[in-house]
């Protein structure tokens, strides 16, 4: 893969992941404790990040 390209993909997981914390936060944040909503979005960027991983890992094989 080239640098450019691992840029791009990087800078798409991180938007991934703070568009989805900000998800939750907007859904159930002040209807749960803090504590509960940060427990939530660890659990839905966990998930978002093995989604993002498998789609990496799909194009890397791909490319070879």
């Known amino acids: 893969m080239k640098p450019l390209e691992i840029l791009v993909y990087a800078v798409i997981g ?7 914390a900000y998800s939750v936060h907007m859904l ?3 209807l749960v404790s803090e504590e509960v909503e940060y ?3 660890g659990i839905a960027c966990g998930l978002v990040t ?6 990496a890992w799909d194009v ?4 070879h």
């Not at 093995?50 to 789609?55: E, Q, Y």
């Not at 890397?60 to 490319?63: E, F, H, S, Y």
């Open 60 to 63: 890397i094989r791909r490319k």
């Open 14 to 20: 991180l938007s991934s992941l703070f568009i989805t």
């Open 39 to 41: 427990r939530w979005m």
């Open 50 to 55: 093995a989604v993002i991983g498998a789609m």
């Open 28 to 30: 159930i944040g002040g």
